[in-house]
């Protein structure tokens, strides 16, 4: 089974831009959640998609925002970038089944905002 | 409110030697328990899971946890350290399939020669 993949892994934006980054989850996997990582903050939880609904959110300004397909990819959209926002966003996929507590993440999309 | 606490964020132990990384979780109800190792510029990868079957749980890579509900604590040990071990661990809870999980703030692992 393929993992999860994430486009692009690598992007250099502006500030002020807005960004769009993509996660395909593994097959199967109906929740989608995404994570900001950043070396002074830690993992910080975005949020969580589960049938193209949002299920859980974190503690992020709007200009953060997700979506879930009907075939479970997720797209994140950060708009109106800023230098703070520069950072590795994780995606991790679960199923739904009994083992459905597990996460499964991809390599990451490393933003940096200049 | 739910938190993991992650005790020392850089252990540094020679190689072969005991690595012992501590985790506790605050709650009254025993949560699922997770461990995740991310090696540089990678994603996080699933080291072991405690699911409230048997308390010491076996993972990749020979390392091992035990779930102490009396300390609320999940510490992750390996009885000899291996260079390829250098990487961050976290420490991870989620009470429901339904609810986020919560990371610790993760545990710089450097193994000396």
């Known amino acids: 089974k393929a993992g999860v993949t994430q486009t692009p892994r690598y992007l250099i934006k502006t500030r002020g831009q807005q960004v769009t980054l993509s996660c395909s989850p593994i097959?199967?996997?109906?929740?989608v959640s995404w994570y900001q990582q950043t070396p002074g903050q830690g993992l910080q939880f975005l949020f969580e998609y589960f049938s193209e609904t949002q299920r859980n959110k974190g503690n992020f300004p709007g200009r953060f925002s997700g979506r879930q397909f009907s075939n479970s990819r997720s797209e994140m959209n950060v708009s109106t970038l800023e230098l703070g926002d520069s950072a590795l966003y994780l995606c991790?996929?679960?199923?739904?089944?009994?083992?459905?507590?597990?996460?499964?993440f991809g390599p990451g999309t490393r933003l940096t905002v200049t | 409110a739910q938190s993991v606490t992650q005790l020392g964020s850089h252990v540094s132990v020679s190689e072969g030697a005991l690595v012992l990384l501590r985790c506790n979780y605050s709650s009254s109800v025993p949560p699922y328990l997770f461990w995740y190792v991310q090696y540089p510029n990678q994603g996080l990868q699933l080291l072991l899971k405690?699911?409230?079957?048997?308390?010491l749980v076996k993972g990749i890579n020979g390392f091992e946890a035990e779930f102490k509900k009396s300390e609320t604590s999940f510490h992750l040990t390996k009885p000899s350290a291996h260079m390829s071990d250098a990487a961050e661990y976290f420490c991870a809870v989620r009470y429901s399939s339904a609810s986020k999980i919560i990371f610790g703030s993760g545990t710089r692992l450097s193994i000396r020669p």
């Open positions: 991790a996929s679960s199923s739904s089944g009994p083992d459905a507590y597990e996460q499964y």
């Open positions: 097959s199967g996997h109906r929740s």
């Open positions: 405690y699911t409230s079957a048997a308390t």
